[in-house]
């Protein structure tokens, strides 16, 4: 069992950023791979960013390519999404997610455990 909690949402001016923190309980989150999706309203959960275990192997959308980075200390139990030049598209709740296999995965039905979610609005 891995509980997740996200913090570090709120509202910013376009171009700004934001860091967003997912912190997990339990004892093997250096095993699962950690994935950050979104939703806004009116619209499906989308794949933003994926981890594997180690860090070593990461996995973008296209859409957040060259703004957004994905990042993990198993130490702290914690992965973070670092999110740069952000744009009113970027409005929604992020979801942090864990995935047992541990290499990571654009694919919700790979993770088994979810956040609650973090508000990001992003203003023109």
């Known amino acids: 069992q891995v509980r997740l909690v996200e913090s570090g949402g709120g509202l910013v001016q376009a171009g700004g950023s934001l860091r967003l923190s997912c912190a997990a309980s339990?004892?093997?989150?250096?095993?699962?791979?950690m994935g950050w999706f979104r939703q806004a309203p009116g619209k499906e959960r989308e794949f933003v960013a994926a981890?594997?275990?180690?860090?070593?192997?990461?996995y973008q959308a296209d859409s957040v390519k060259d703004r957004f980075t994905i990042s993990r200390d198993n130490a702290k139990n914690t992965v973070y999404l670092q999110m740069n030049s952000l744009k009113p598209e970027d409005t929604a709740v992020y979801y942090c997610?864990?995935?047992?296999w541990g290499t990571g995965s654009s694919m919700l039905n790979a993770y088994a455990y979810w956040g609650q979610g973090t508000q990001v609005t992003v203003s023109s």
């Open positions: 981890i594997n275990w180690s860090g070593g192997r990461i």
């Open positions: 339990g004892r093997t989150f250096s095993s699962y791979a």
């Open positions: 997610a864990a995935e047992p």
